[in-house]
């Protein structure tokens, strides 16, 4: 049974960090896409971060130059390092990886294993 569990979320300030950590397990995503979604209040669940089975990155705008996506292969684990939180980055992050294919995409439709989702909340 594939599983993905996130850890790491919580509460913090604006203008702190945490990291998120995304263990896989059940089978290898090392030749698969994975990524961050998110998910505020009332809101469709979006894109943070995705990453490539070589390591290529993309970003939502709303997060460039302040997260960073990196995978450990070896680990079957996936991280994002979130600095100068905002409270607009508010809401439940979801761990995801595509089942075949090894590039990223923005839709979370495109995704076939999802986590449990973890809690970060950024208090102004």
């Known amino acids: 049974q594939v599983q993905l569990v996130e850890s790491g979320g919580g509460l913090v300030q604006a203008g702190g960090s945490l990291r998120l950590s995304c263990a896989a397990s059940g089978r290898t995503f090392s030749s698969n896409a994975m990524g961050w979604f998110r998910q505020a209040p009332g809101k469709q669940r979006e894109l943070v971060a995705a990453i490539t089975s070589g390591g290529v990155t993309n970003y939502a705008d709303s997060v460039k130059g302040r997260f960073t996506i990196s995978r450990d292969n070896a680990k079957n684990t996936i991280y994002l390092q979130m600095n100068s939180l905002k409270p607009e980055d508010t809401g439940v992050y979801y761990c995801?990886?595509?089942?075949?294919?090894?590039?990223?995409?923005?839709?979370?439709?495109?995704?076939?294993?999802w986590g449990q989702g973890t809690q970060v909340t950024v208090s102004s």
């Open positions: 995801a990886a595509r089942g075949t294919y090894y590039y990223t995409h923005y839709a979370p439709s495109a995704y076939d294993y």
